[in-house]
């Protein structure tokens, strides 16, 4: 499914893992990638559980309620139910609206019971794998964003031909050269550091 982000728009990413101190975004399998975008913005969050992804994607339905409530067959106040006041907001396909939608998708991550090579690079901890593994789904998404943005610009368009076949580390930093897929680029490539560094942190000889 592409996406389409309309200008001007901005992108965010982040985690979402209310409750818990652990730098480890989930103790299952699987997490779940909210993308909500919308004329100024483009929000990429990543969730332990798709319900914790429904409910907040709910809250900003909830805060919006009022551009429905003039069209017919819309009540004047949400539905509890978080699932239906976003297909009411939405649509059934998350895409309705003229300027706005969402796309809520699972991603495996893998979580091994000892040293493995994964996508943060070899000899990652059992502890450190989930962590690796969403720092590269959230890497996956930003660079579909970015995709996104260069299809209106030929420059912006030859710089992602090159990015997609550099190292993650080096491709973030064009990308934060370029502000592709926006200013907040910067941000969003300190926070993947972090979360794997090995992976998306400088090189050494940087």
Same mark, same amino acid.
């Given at each position: 499914?592409?996406?389409?982000?309309?200008?001007?728009?901005?992108?965010?990413?982040?985690?979402?893992?209310?409750?818990?101190?652990?730098?480890?975004?989930?103790?299952?399998?699987?997490?779940?990638?909210?993308?909500?975008?919308?004329?100024?913005?483009?929000?990429?969050?990543?969730?332990?559980?798709?319900?914790?992804?429904?409910?907040?994607l709910a809250e900003?339905?909830?805060?919006?309620?009022?551009?429905?409530?003039?069209?017919?067959?819309v009540p004047a106040?949400?539905?509890?139910?978080?699932?239906?006041?976003?297909?009411?907001?939405?649509?059934?396909?998350?895409?309705?609206?003229?300027?706005?939608?969402?796309?809520?998708?699972?991603?495996?991550?893998?979580?091994?019971?000892?040293?493995?090579?994964?996508?943060?690079?070899?000899?990652?901890?059992?502890?450190?794998?989930?962590?690796?593994?969403? /720092?590269?789904?959230?890497?996956?998404?930003?660079?579909?964003? @970015?995709? %996104?943005? !260069?299809?209106?610009? &030929? #420059?912006? $368009?030859?710089?992602?031909?090159?990015?997609?076949?550099?190292?993650?580390?080096?491709?973030?930093?064009?990308?934060?050269? /370029?502000?592709?897929p926006s200013d907040?680029?910067?941000?969003? @490539?300190? %926070?993947? !550091?972090?979360?794997? &560094? #090995?992976? $998306?942190?400088?090189?050494?000889?940087?």
């Amino acid at each position: 499914m592409t996406i389409h982000i309309q200008r001007p728009a901005t992108v965010t990413a982040h985690i979402n893992d209310t409750g818990s101190s652990s730098t480890s975004p989930t103790e299952s399998d699987t997490v779940w990638v909210l993308r909500r975008w919308d004329w100024h913005d483009d929000d990429i969050t990543v969730y332990s559980t798709q319900d914790r992804a429904l409910a907040d994607l709910a809250e900003y339905v909830k805060r919006s309620w009022s551009t429905l409530v003039q069209q017919e067959d819309v009540p004047a106040l949400p539905p509890s139910d978080p699932r239906e006041a976003i297909r009411h907001y939405y649509g059934p396909d998350g895409h309705s609206r003229a300027e706005e939608g969402y796309f809520l998708h699972e991603k495996k991550i893998d979580i091994p019971d000892s040293p493995v090579t994964t996508h943060a690079g070899p000899d990652i901890t059992a502890q450190q794998a989930p962590t690796a593994d969403v /720092a590269h789904t959230l890497f996956e998404e930003v660079c579909r964003a @970015a995709w %996104a943005k !260069a299809s209106d610009d &030929p #420059d912006d $368009y030859d710089l992602m031909l090159r990015v997609d076949a550099m190292a993650p580390a080096d491709a973030l930093e064009a990308l934060k050269k /370029a502000c592709l897929p926006s200013d907040l680029i910067e941000w969003i @490539a300190a %926070a993947l !550091a972090l979360l794997a &560094p #090995d992976v $998306y942190g400088p090189s050494c000889s940087a």
